[in-house]
């Protein structure tokens, strides 16, 4: 049996795919109107910008990737998605290990700090493995690991 939850978040899933797919064409003449101005690689700055910003921030990237695939097409959204999220994680792993080590660390549990320390024993496969989660932001995932003593 299924909650009302469950069903109200299908329905609104396939109301926002359904919009996507009859108006994609009305979409693209927006967001061609809004960019323009920009020149292809203006604009491919803009969209790895906007998505390094909203990794820092904690905000769900995907819709700025998808405007990118559908603005430039699907393998530059693709490969500026990846440029974004790779350019996103680092400079979250970097603003954590040198300027919130000591805030992170004092707002974590004291369990989750043990396993957060200790995890230099299983080194790359658990920072893909945490990666590859789609429950945890990814910046989320760097500001953590920034308190271990993995190097960059």
């Known amino acids: 049996m299924h909650s009302a939850g469950s069903l109200l978040l299908a329905a609104m899933v ?4 359904g919009l996507t797919y009859l ?19 203006s604009a491919a700055i803009l969209f790895v910008g906007v ?11 995907t819709p700025v990737l998808l405007l990118a695939g559908g603005y430039l097409g699907f393998i530059e959204g693709f490969l500026l998605g990846t440029v974004g999220y790779m350019l996103g994680s680092l400079l979250a792993f970097i603003i954590g ?8 660390a004092s707002h974590l549990p004291r369990k989750v700090q043990h396993y957060i320390f200790e995890s230099h ?8 493995i945490l990666h ?11 500001y953590g690991l920034s308190i271990t003593r993995y190097s960059i």
């Open 132 to 142: 590859l989660s789609c429950v945890l932001p990814t910046a989320l995932i760097s």
């Open 97 to 104: 290990r040198y300027l919130l080590q000591n805030y992170i």
């Open 23 to 41: 108006y994609d064409d009305l979409l693209l003449q927006w967001l061609s109107f809004a960019l323009g101005s920009l020149t292809d690689q």
């Open 121 to 128: 024993i299983y080194g790359w496969r658990l920072i893909g």
């Open 51 to 61: 998505s390094v910003l909203m990794v820092l921030l904690l905000v769900p990237v």
């Open 14 to 17: 396939a109301m926002a795919v």
